[in-house]
């Protein structure tokens, strides 16, 4: 299994990356031997990889930061870099390689304060590996402060390092940050290849895969935790019978509601997995005794800690509540198709006897109306209008269609 495995759908972009591999152990040999670098390379200091949500940005990333640390004894033999058994290659894609520091977004925002560290670590050399590799998970939401930093390190970088920025699309990241990187853009993969990447590599059932890959419509991420998590197949099938509910004001409420509450719970889940851990670690690292108080002086970092943790669940609640509106979105989507009398690419198979009630209640025009009140929903969300306010608008839209 290489590096590349996880890039569903995306043989160009792993083409590209394994060539620019090898130009950069070229580029490190020269710079052992004081020679003067190749004339021609594939290899340089700034990549932005983009894409819709769910081909993959961040996995392509961390895959070519592997491919850059690779470690492999075959890469001596002209083997291809990124082998993924390596520790190299192992700890890059877990996250515990010393030189590959990842950066994502905890709240709204990529604040500066967050980006400063990792620009100071940007002009330190390598501890262990080749390359000193920053990873930026989400760069469009870096804010003006946190991407005039960027833009310096990205302008004036150290001679080994590498800066992978990841973003939905080019007009997210600065111009005068994306003019300094090399741009790769990835595309949805199809329904095909990711069923056929959950029964090879999770060895799902052809059928669930199928009925995972085709509702997500080719989102690696969210097809992998339908085909596996039956809480995640729950929540989705409430979402799809939401549309059916919506017949008086009271339903669309109580429904707006019942959507903003899964998220918050979502969200305190993840709290209770990770924020405990996180407290108990840092209270540890500050020399705190088990049970104990803090020393003097620690209160301010306790409180950065518990910032960033609140952050983090307003996110994942907004995150949550964006795939909700992704099913409604595929769902009324799936209406229109019958509406106009197509049946070839019905994501909601398993909700067939509701489309088929809505697509005959109603008309093509309402349904694409309902369509922009989800979209509305999701903009009034990313300009922070509190969550239950923007469904209920949204829920009271779709009623009225």
């Not at 515990?96 to 967050?114: C, F, P, Q, R, Y």
């Not at 300094?180 to 590599?201: E, F, G, I, K, Y």
């Not at 305190?268 to 690292?285: N, V």
């Not at 694409?368 to 509190?386: F, G, K, Q, T, Y």
Request: glycine fraction near 6%; hydrophobic fraction near 45%.
């Amino acid at each position: 299994m290489t590096v590349w495995d996880d890039l569903v759908g995306q043989e160009r972009v792993s083409e590209v990356l394994t060539a620019a591999a090898r130009d950069a152990d070229a580029l490190v040999t020269a710079a052992a031997a004081d020679r003067p670098p190749p004339e021609t390379s594939k290899m340089t200091h700034a990549w932005l990889f983009t894409g819709p949500p769910g081909a993959g940005r961040n996995q392509a990333a961390r895959a070519f930061a592997a491919a850059l640390q690779c470690v492999s004894p075959d890469r001596a033999l002209g083997g291809a870099p990124g082998c993924g058994f390596c520790d190299g290659c192992h700890t890059a894609l877990v996250g515990t390689h010393a030189d590959v520091n990842s950066v994502a977004a905890v709240g709204a925002e990529i604040l500066v304060k967050d980006m400063r560290d990792t620009v100071r670590k940007s002009y330190t050399a390598p501890a262990t590996g080749r390359w000193q590799i920053i990873l930026v998970e989400d760069a469009e939401r870096l804010n003006e402060k946190s991407a005039n930093a960027v833009l310096k390190a990205v302008e004036e970088p150290a001679p080994r390092t590498v800066w992978l920025l990841c973003a939905p699309s080019v007009e997210d990241v600065l111009p005068t940050i994306r003019s300094r990187c090399r741009h790769l853009n990835l595309t949805t993969p199809s329904v095909q290849a990711v069923a056929d990447m959950l029964v090879r590599r999770e060895g799902i059932e052809p059928e669930v895969a199928a009925s995972a890959a085709r509702a997500t419509q080719g989102h690696v991420d969210r097809a992998r935790r339908l085909a596996t998590d039956p809480a995640a197949r729950a929540r989705r099938a409430a979402v799809l019978k939401l549309p059916l509910r919506l017949d008086e004001i009271g339903a669309c409420l109580k429904a707006a509601q019942e959507l903003v509450d899964a998220a918050a719970e979502d969200a305190k889940q993840l709290a209770e997995e990770t924020d405990g851990k996180e407290t108990e670690e840092l209270k540890a690292a500050l020399g705190a005794a088990e049970g104990g108080r803090l020393p003097r002086g620690t209160a301010g970092v306790m409180k950065d800690l518990e910032d960033m943790q609140k952050r983090r669940r307003t996110r994942t609640q907004r995150d949550s509540l964006d795939v909700a509106l992704t099913d409604l979105t595929g769902f009324y989507r799936d209406v229109l198709a019958l509406q106009l009398g197509s049946r070839v690419a019905i994501a909601n198979g398993d909700a067939e006897d509701a489309l088929e009630r809505l697509a005959r209640a109603g008309s093509p025009e309402a349904t694409l109306r309902r369509i922009e009140a989800i979209a509305a929903c999701r903009d009034a969300l990313d300009r922070n209008v509190a969550p239950l306010l923007a469904v209920e608008a949204m829920t009271m839209a779709l009623r009225a269609g």
